[in-house]
């Protein structure tokens, strides 16, 4: 004790250690031969966290540079086409002696854009292709029509009512779907 106590009074009074460093690190004690802790970063995961979480919203926020493709299948005049698919059978057409047919299925609205009650007919409405050929509407004639079932009452003047129709044809067409009144 004497030792100490006249040790501390030749050196004056000392200053924490941790007054000259800036970061404490704590050095292996020979005793314990353990690694020292990680360094406590409670207060900086935060703000991490936040930068990280804004530069995504940004990047998610981005508006679509490129347009999106046109539809092969669009409506014309008083037809929307809703949405159409692709529907391959493995029925034989006729004249063939193997193959399938593709039929593109389209969920239309008509609208009755007349004067008059309107009486829908489903062979009335056609598809237009790139080649101006007239491709009749069907919704029944093959086993991709099953479940098909179309509401043929009359439509007021400025009603809509949605179809379901097929289009025989291969899954490369494109094309408008119209309505013939005549």
């Not at 237009?128 to 509407?137: E, F, N």
Request: aromatic residues 8%; glycine residues 10%.
């Amino acid at each position: 004790m004497l030792v100490a106590s006249a040790m501390n009074a030749r050196i004056g009074r000392r200053a924490p250690l941790g007054a000259f460093v800036i970061h404490r690190i704590r050095i292996l004690g020979a005793a314990t031969g353990r690694l020292p802790p990680a360094p406590k970063i409670a207060s900086m995961w935060k703000s991490v966290f936040a930068a990280v979480l804004l530069a995504a919203t940004l990047c998610a926020c981005q508006e679509n540079k490129n347009p999106p493709a046109a539809p092969l299948v669009s409506g014309g005049g008083n037809v929307k086409v809703l949405s159409y698919r692709f529907e391959t059978t493995n029925e034989a057409a006729i004249g063939l002696s193997g193959g399938s047919i593709t039929y593109i299925m389209a969920r239309i609205e008509l609208t009755n854009d007349t004067n008059q009650l309107l009486y829908p007919q489903i062979n009335r409405i056609y598809l237009l292709d790139s080649q101006a050929r007239h491709i009749t509407a069907n919704d029944t004639g093959s086993s991709v029509f099953i479940g098909v079932s179309n509401n043929l009452t009359g439509i007021r003047p400025g009603e809509k009512r949605e179809f379901t129709v097929g289009f025989r044809g291969d899954a490369s067409i494109t094309g408008v779907v119209l309505y013939d009144y005549t």
